[in-house]
């Protein structure tokens, strides 16, 4: 079983910065792709940005300039550096892992999702 526990939301101005934090831990043999989700209150879930163990990212165009994703891939753990925040920003942050496991095999995991609220 693999567990991703996320950390680092909050409430935050316009024009603030957040930074997110996921560690993935349990059975891993390795850690193929890690990225981050978000959905708001009425919108479907959608990629913010994703990293591959190569370090190839990939962002949304709406973040694409504000928002950095990075890992360590020692630690198993996948990091959102959000600056430049909107209104628009605002939900919850959900982290994605693509995990190889020992067993042989790849597999899909999520995290419990954190908030995320841009307001004044």
């Known amino acids: 079983q693999v567990q991703l526990v996320e950390s680092g939301g909050g409430l935050v101005q316009p024009g603030g910065s957040l930074r997110l934090s996921c560690a993935a831990s349990g059975s891993i043999f390795d850690i193929y792709a890690l990225g981050w989700y978000r959905q708001a209150p009425g919108n479907q879930r959608e990629l913010v940005a994703a990293i591959t163990s190569g370090g190839s990212t990939n962002y949304a165009d709406s973040v694409k300039g504000r928002f950095t994703i990075s890992r360590d891939n020692a630690k198993n753990t996948v990091y959102l550096q959000m600056n430049s925040l909107k209104p628009e920003d605002t939900a919850v942050y959900y982290c994605?892992?693509?995990?190889?496991?020992?067993?042989?095999?790849?597999?899909?995991?999520w995290g419990q999702g954190t908030q995320g609220t841009v307001s004044s």
């Open positions: 994605n892992a693509d995990v190889i496991v020992p067993q042989g095999g790849s597999y899909d995991y």
